[in-house]
């Protein structure tokens, strides 16, 4: 098992309250994640729109590379963003909501009324 290194964690290091640090940094990575989701539904257009798919069994069938990459490459990344977009998609029972819904909401700080 390794060792915890403080200098490892150094910069992510505050006297913020826990719940406070971990409310901030999830919002954080909220706001970073929704471009990504974006650029990830353009590209599975342009993917879909420009038939990358018989691009790449062309390029198989051939047995040369697709823009440099590998058929297995493009496989993977083919049906790896394919599930992705499933999973964003699928209900999960215990929130009713989808990844989708959480990822993509705004969230607001509550005041707490005294």
Same mark, same amino acid.
């Given at each position: %098992?390794?060792?915890?290194? *403080?200098?490892?964690?150094?910069?992510? &290091?505050?006297?913020? *309250?826990?719940?406070?640090?971990?409310?901030? #940094?999830? &919002?954080?990575?909220?706001?970073?994640?929704? @471009?990504?989701?974006?650029?990830?539904?353009? %590209?599975? #257009?342009?993917?879909?729109?420009?038939d990358i798919p018989a %691009? /790449?069994?062309? =390029?198989?069938?051939?047995?040369? @590379? &697709?823009?440099?990459? #590998?058929?297995?490459?493009?496989?993977?990344?083919?049906? /790896?963003? +394919?599930? &992705?977009? #499933?999973?964003?998609? +699928? @209900?999960?029972?215990?929130?009713? =909501?989808?990844?989708?819904? /959480?990822? %993509?909401?705004?969230?607001? =700080?509550?005041?707490v009324q005294a």
């Amino acid at each position: %098992m390794a060792l915890y290194d *403080p200098a490892l964690y150094a910069d992510q &290091l505050s006297e913020l *309250p826990a719940e406070v640090e971990v409310a901030t #940094t999830a &919002l954080k990575f909220l706001r970073e994640l929704r @471009p990504i989701l974006a650029s990830l539904g353009a %590209m599975q #257009t342009t993917w879909h729109a420009n038939d990358i798919p018989a %691009m /790449v069994e062309a =390029a198989a069938a051939a047995g040369q @590379p &697709l823009a440099g990459h #590998t058929a297995e490459s493009w496989l993977a990344w083919g049906t /790896v963003f +394919t599930e &992705l977009q #499933t999973w964003l998609v +699928t @209900p999960i029972a215990s929130i009713q =909501a989808t990844p989708l819904q /959480v990822l %993509m909401k705004r969230y607001t =700080a509550q005041e707490v009324q005294a």
